[in-house]
């Protein structure tokens, strides 16, 4: 239970007498809330018009006065832009400035949640319901998808056959294009793997060879003041003549293992291949398609 924030105006029959010269406080029930006392009554803290909220509990009644007070006043606030917005972007619609009207209603839609506002989003969009275009972007579909039905139902009325005539369309180009792109994307990246090993073990064979001379280097260099033959001096350039060489080929096989592992990676990707872009391109019309006709979730529960 939430704790009850008691205003001073609310205690009753708080008094001070003296016993014996010394000071006691008593509090003076009524009848009523003794007896509801004695019965184990549990309050509550209950705000009018207001939702809990854990950051308005343990606050004292001014304190509580006053937060409430400032959101009341920014809610006011954030209605007042809203109404601009919406009244900026009426204008900018009128002069038929469909993207300026837009903005507007977008704006208007930041300060607070508005109908309106967002009916009038599509409208602007849509060019006053005669392109649906701008729908077919991403974000713009991912919006018209989250909005409220009753704002979506203006546009399906008057492009929904349309644009489910459009997905038929594109699904039809892009479901051979799937076939063909896959089977090619297959058929490269069995040799584009075999490559990538192929660089890779050299590239390890260099890196541990390089290692190795480079050590080779070392053990023979410490023998060289503790010797008077020359082998050590020997020792030390012929190590040092193949830590180079290995250097060298380790650089080589560097590059050519980050060649071949970019091949893999771009083969991964559809935008690679002048067919594999356009059926990038198809696939992500059908994606807006569905997010604005509401198919996606369907789709994705058939599957």
Same mark, same amino acid.
């Given at each position: 239970?939430?704790?009850?924030? *008691? ?79 919406? =009244? ?12 300026? @009207?837009?903005? $507007? ?5 930041? #300060?607070?949640?508005?109908? !309106? ?5 599509? =409208?602007? %969009?849509?060019?006053? #319901? ?7 972007? &991403? ?12 704002? &979506? ?11 489910? !005539? ?8 892009? $479901? ?8 090619? !994307? ?14 890779? +073990? ?8 390089? +290692?190795?001379?480079?050590?080779? *280097? ?23 003549? %193949? ?8 650089? #080589?096989?560097?590059?050519? %293992?980050? +060649? ?19 059926? @990038? ?5 059908? @994606?807006?398609?569905?997010? +604005? ?11």
């Amino acid at each position: 239970m939430e704790e009850r924030l *008691i205003d001073k105006d609310e205690l009753r029959g708080v008094r001070r007498k003296r016993t014996d010269g010394e000071e006691d406080v008593v509090d003076e029930l009524a009848p009523d809330d003794a007896a509801a006392e004695e019965e184990g009554e549990n309050y509550t803290l209950e705000f009018d018009g207001e939702e809990y909220d854990e950051d308005l509990v343990g606050l004292t009644p001014s304190q509580l006065k006053e937060e409430l007070e400032r959101r009341e006043r920014l809610r006011e606030e954030a209605h007042a832009e809203s109404l601009r917005h919406i =009244a900026a972007g009426e204008e900018a619609f009128a002069a038929r400035q469909f993207s300026g @009207a837009a903005e $507007q209603f977008r704006a208007a839609l930041s #300060y607070e949640y508005s109908q !309106q506002a967002q009916e009038r989003l599509f =409208a602007a %969009l849509t060019e006053d #319901y005669t392109d649906a275009q701008a729908l077919l972007d &991403r974000d713009n579909a991912q919006e018209f998808a989250a909005a409220d039905e009753a704002c &979506r139902a203006p546009v399906l009325e008057v492009f929904g056959e349309a644009l489910r !005539q459009e997905r038929e369309r594109a699904e039809g180009e892009a $479901q051979p294009l799937r076939e063909r792109v896959r089977a090619a !994307q297959e058929e490269r990246r069995t040799p584009f793997a075999a490559n990538r090993t192929y660089y890779l +073990v050299r590239f390890l064979i260099s890196f541990a060879a390089m +290692v190795l001379f480079a050590v080779g *280097i070392g053990v023979s260099a410490s023998f060289l003041l503790r010797t008077q033959s020359s082998a050590p001096t020997v020792l030390t350039i012929v190590f040092g003549v %193949l830590t180079f060489l290995s250097f060298v080929f380790f650089v #080589y096989f560097s590059r050519k %293992l980050l +060649v071949a592992q970019r091949l893999c990676r771009d083969n991964e990707q559809l935008s690679s291949t002048e067919e594999g872009a356009q059926l @990038a391109e198809l696939e992500e019309r059908l @994606a807006c398609l569905d997010l +604005v006709l509401g198919t996606q979730g369907q789709e994705d529960g058939a599957e």
